[in-house]
C-alpha cells in the first residue's frame, strides 16, 4: 500500500502525488505507481487506483508491479527484501540439496558451494558490482526453503540470471509453461515447476500407458485449464510426507515442484518424471503468490 503515486497529466508529463491530496473529484485521474527497482532503476508504471479508506489511505495496483518494485507488498516481493536476487555465493544444486533433506535430517544449515566467494565492497569492478555489493552486505542472503526461492523465481524476470543461470530455466509458471509444454525440459533439468492435481477420470485420457500403474503422483501444469493445449504432464516419485501434502492441498492451490527433471520419451517431451524428492521440494501456497 503505497502512500504516493504519479499522476499523468493529459500532455503526459507526470507529479508525484500524495493520497491526501486525493479527493472524491480528482480520484479518478490518471496515476501510475512510480516505484522504482533499486537495482535497474526502472520505473513502475502499472496502474494505480486510490482507496480512500478513512483509517489507512493508500493507492492500490491494479496488476502486478514490476520485478523489484519497492511499492510491492505482496507476500513473495516482501520475502525477497531479505534475499540475494543474485544468487552468487550458491548454486541450483545447492539450493535442491537444501530443500531435498530428508525429513528426518534436519536443517543443518545451508551447504556453501566450494567455489562460491563472499561478497565485498572491495571486490567491485564496476558501479553496478558496487550496487549489488553494498544490498548483499546489508541484507541479502540466500532462499534457506522453497518457499523463499518461489518468491525469488516469480518475482524476477525469465531473462534474469540467478546463480548465472536464467530465470525461465529454474521455473516453469504462466509466462513460459506454452513453450515447455511444446519442447519438453532438458534431460536432468534443475527446475521448480508449478502444478496442480489431476482428476482420475482424465489420466486415463493423459497419460501414457506405460506410465499409469508405476505407483508415485501424476499432475499437470497449474496453467493447462487457460488453454487448450495438451498440458505438462509430471510423475512425481515421492515420499509420504510428500504425497500427504501434495493431496491435502486445498482446491485451487498451486502445487510448486523442485526437482531434478527427465524427458520420459522424446515422442512425448510434454511427459516429464523427476527423481525422488522429499516434503522440502513441495510448496503449496495459493495463486495470489505466484502472480509476477
Not at 556453501?112 to 558501479?127: L, N, Y
Not at 558496487?130 to 523463499?148: D, S, Y
Request: hydrophobic share 35%; with cysteine.
Amino acid at each position: 500500500m503505497s502512500k504516493t503515486a504519479l499522476r499523468v497529466l493529459s500532455d503526459g508529463t507526470k507529479e508525484m502525488v500524495n493520497i491526501e491530496e486525493i479527493n472524491q473529484m480528482n480520484r479518478f485521474d490518471h496515476f501510475i505507481c512510480g516505484g522504482e527497482n533499486p537495482h535497474t532503476r526502472q520505473i513502475c508504471e502499472v496502474e494505480v487506483t486510490p482507496v480512500l479508506r478513512r483509517d489507512a489511505p493508500h493507492f492500490r495496483a491494479i496488476k502486478a508491479h514490476i520485478p523489484g518494485c519497492l511499492n510491492d507488498e505482496s507476500e513473495a516481493a516482501t520475502i525477497i527484501q531479505h534475499l540475494d536476487i543474485t544468487g552468487r555465493t550458491t548454486t541450483i544444486g545447492a539450493l535442491l540439496t537444501i530443500c531435498g533433506r530428508g525429513e528426518h535430517e534436519g536443517n543443518k544449515g545451508e551447504p556453501r558451494h566450494r567455489d562460491a566467494k563472499p561478497v565485498s565492497g572491495g571486490e567491485t569492478e564496476d558501479v553496478e558490482d558496487e550496487v549489488h555489493a553494498r544490498r548483499i552486505l546489508r541484507k541479502a542472503r540466500n532462499p534457506r526453503n522453497l518457499k523463499e526461492l518461489c518468491a525469488l523465481l516469480v518475482k524476477s524476470d525469465l531473462n534474469d540470471l540467478y546463480t548465472n543461470v536464467p530465470i525461465g530455466d529454474i521455473i516453469v509458471d504462466h509466462r513460459n509453461v506454452h513453450e515447455y509444454r511444446q519442447k519438453g525440459l532438458r534431460d536432468g533439468q534443475m527446475a521448480v515447476i508449478l502444478c496442480s492435481r489431476i482428476g482420475r477420470e482424465y489420466i486415463d485420457e493423459l497419460a501414457p500407458a506405460d506410465r499409469k500403474n508405476k505407483g508415485g503422483v501424476i499432475l499437470k501444469d497449474a496453467y493447462s485449464y487457460e488453454d487448450r493445449e495438451n498440458p505438462l504432464l509430471l510423475f512425481i516419485d515421492g515420499s509420504k510426507a510428500v504425497k500427504s501434502k501434495i493431496f491435502g492441498a486445498p482446491k485451487g492451490n498451486i502445487i510448486a515442484i523442485f526437482g531434478r527433471w527427465h524427458p520420459i520419451s522424446p515422442d512425448t517431451p510434454n511427459v516429464c518424471v523427476c527423481d525422488h524428492i522429499y516434503e522440502g521440494q513441495v510448496f503449496v501456497a495459493t495463486k495470489d503468490f505466484f502472480a509476477q
